[in-house]
C-alpha cells in the first residue's frame, strides 16, 4: 500500500544538479516526508526530511510543494559517488517509529 | 561520524542451525531495528525494539525470529531454524527518539545452504 510514487529511474551527468520527484498526494497533516538511499552493498543511508518547509543539508534540498502532495529532492552537483537507488517516504514521527520502504528510484550518474 | 556497526559481514550456514547476527547500535540511540533485504526486491522491516522489549513486529518476524539486547552496547537477531528463504541482507538500525531519522549498519549478508 504505497504512500509515495516516485519513477523507476532515472540519469544525470556527472556535475549537474539531480533532480528527484516524489508524488505524495494521500500525504496526511502531521506526516513528514523522508529521503534516504541506498548505494549498492551498502545500508540505507538517511539523507534529508521535512514537514512543509524546504530544507538544506550538506547533503541535499527538499523542496515541498505548498499543498504537500508531492516533494523533489535535489542533489547540487551529483558525483558518481550519487549513483544509487533513492526512497522517498512518508512517515508521521509521533505515531510510528518505523519506516517503511517502497521501491525507490534507481540513479545512474552519468561520467 | 558514528556509526552502527553490524558483524559478522558474510554468514554461511546450513539449513536448519541456529545464527545469531549481531549489531552495535550508535551509543546514545534507545530504538533498534532489523529489516532485511532478499536479493533484488525491497528493503523489508521486521522489528522495532525500545525499552527492553518489542514494540512491534511484522509478519514476517515469526516464532523462528527473536531480538535480544544482551548488555548496553549489543542488539542481536536470532534465527532459530534457518530456512532457504532466509538468505537476504540484514540490516540493524537505531533512532535516538521514535520521532528521529533512522541510522543503518551496512548489513549482515545471511547466506543458508
Known amino acids: 500500500d504505497a504512500k509515495t510514487t516516485q519513477p523507476t529511474s532515472m540519469d544525470c551527468a556527472e556535475g549537474r544538479a539531480a533532480n528527484l520527484p516524489c508524488n505524495h498526494s494521500t500525504i496526511s497533516g502531521n506526516e513528514y516526508v523522508y529521503w534516504y538511499r541506498q548505494i549498492h552493498s551498502q545500508g540505507p543511508q538517511y539523507i534529508i526530511h521535512g514537514l512543509k518547509n524546504n530544507e538544506t543539508n550538506e547533503m541535499a534540498s527538499l523542496i515541498i510543494t505548498e499543498d504537500r502532495k508531492s516533494s523533489t529532492l535535489i542533489l547540487p552537483h551529483a558525483t558518481l559517488r550519487d549513483t544509487a537507488v533513492y526512497y522517498c517516504i512518508v512517515r508521521d514521527p509521533n505515531r510510528d517509529d518505523k519506516i517503511i520502504f517502497g521501491k525507490g528510484t534507481r540513479l545512474h550518474i552519468l561520467p | 561520524e558514528p556509526e552502527v556497526t553490524q558483524t559478522p559481514s558474510h554468514q554461511v550456514t546450513q539449513m536448519g542451525q541456529e545464527v545469531i547476527l549481531r549489531c552495535v547500535p550508535i551509543?546514545?540511540?534507545?530504538?533498534f531495528y532489523w529489516y532485511r533485504q532478499i536479493l533484488g526486491q525491497k528493503v523489508e522491516f521486521l522489528v522495532s525494539f525500545y525499552n527492553n522489549e518489542i514494540s512491534e513486529k511484522s509478519e514476517i518476524f515469526d516464532d523462528q525470529f527473536s531480538v535480544e539486547r544482551p548488555d548496553g552496547s549489543n542488539f542481536t537477531l536470532k534465527i532459530r531454524s534457518t530456512k532457504l528463504e532466509d538468505s537476504a541482507m540484514y540490516f540493524c538500525?537505531?533512532?535516538?527518539?521514535?520521532?528521529?531519522?533512522?541510522?543503518f549498519g551496512n548489513g549482515t549478508r545471511l547466506t543458508v545452504t
Open positions: 551509543s546514545n540511540h534507545l530504538y
Open positions: 538500525a537505531s533512532s535516538v527518539e521514535g520521532n528521529s531519522p533512522l541510522h
